[in-house]
């Protein structure tokens, strides 16, 4: 589906076995949804199965406006989508909200960078989520990949786990922007780690291309490098 710029609620949907396909050097982003800007929420429901020829295996956001928000919450359930980059989701700039317990980003891979989520520009705030088992095959940023911005991870539920990247962050990377950590968990166990697979990769859990990083609770431990 294409959303011109506007408000969109998606409430306990199911968004499911969708293609974005390539035409020449045209389209092929937004594998079940492309939206052009505004408002968009996913709560609850499911976005699964889903690829794009090029970016957001399971949603890809233009947002031409740096105020517009995505907001994923209500345990919504993003899995098995594949892309380019950004195979659970891609979003271009903007503040990016992933919310509540039950909400999980799964399964997803990327061929390039950002196996769970993709945010190129902008603030992302993650609080009591999951993000587990996704895959960046040839890049960086397993769990989440985010290009420039200001990332804040937050509730004791917040759980970013076995997540893996070929080369940098195989669960957070951050290219440039401030981290901040109060609560929650990037790997865990040994078992339940984060890791980078490829010869001179960096930063397991976490990878800081520059900016700062604040960890005043939670943590992050089990995340290996190869």
Same mark, same amino acid.
Request: glycine fraction near 22%.
């Given at each position: ?6 408000? *969109? ?5 199911? =968004? ?31 976005? !699964? ?11 890809? =956001?233009?947002?031409? !406006? @740096?105020?517009? *928000? ?9 899995? !098995? ?10 979003? !271009? ?10 909400? $999980? ?10 196996? &769970? ?5 902008? %603030? ?6 999951? =993000?587990? %088992? $996704? @895959?960046? #095959? ?12 200001? *990332?804040?991870?937050?509730? #004791? $539920?917040?759980?970013?786990? /076995? ?12 290219? &440039? ?6 609560? &929650? ?19 397991? /859990? ?13 943590? *992050?431990?089990?995340?290996?490098? @190869?």
């Amino acid at each position: 589906s294409s959303i011109q710029a506007g408000d *969109i609620v998606i409430s306990n949907g199911h =968004v499911d076995y969708n293609q974005a396909v390539a035409v020449g050097e045209n389209g092929g982003n937004g594998g079940a949804i492309h939206s052009s800007g505004g408002t968009l929420t996913f709560s609850g429901g499911t976005i !699964n199965n889903n690829h794009a020829d090029v970016d957001g295996g399971g949603f890809y =956001v233009a947002v031409p !406006n @740096t105020n517009d *928000i995505t907001t994923i919450n209500s345990g919504a359930t993003i899995a !098995n989508n594949t892309a380019v980059n950004g195979a659970g989701a891609y979003v !271009n700039q903007g503040l990016l909200k992933i919310q509540d317990a039950a909400t $999980n980003i799964t399964s997803n891979t990327a061929t390039t960078s950002g196996g &769970g989520i993709y945010m190129a520009n902008g %603030t992302v705030t993650f609080t009591d989520a999951k =993000v587990q %088992t $996704n @895959t960046a #095959a040839n890049n960086d940023g397993g769990g989440i990949y985010l290009g420039n911005g200001n *990332i804040t991870i937050s509730g #004791a $539920n917040a759980a970013i786990s /076995g997540n893996m990247a070929k080369s940098h962050g195989g669960g957070v990377y951050v290219g &440039g922007g401030d981290f901040s950590m109060s609560g &929650g968990v990037i790997g865990g166990t040994t078992a339940q780690g984060n890791k980078t697979t490829g010869n001179g990769g960096y930063g397991g /859990g976490l990878y800081m291309g520059g900016g700062t990083a604040t960890l005043t609770s939670g943590s *992050i431990s089990g995340n290996t490098t @190869t």
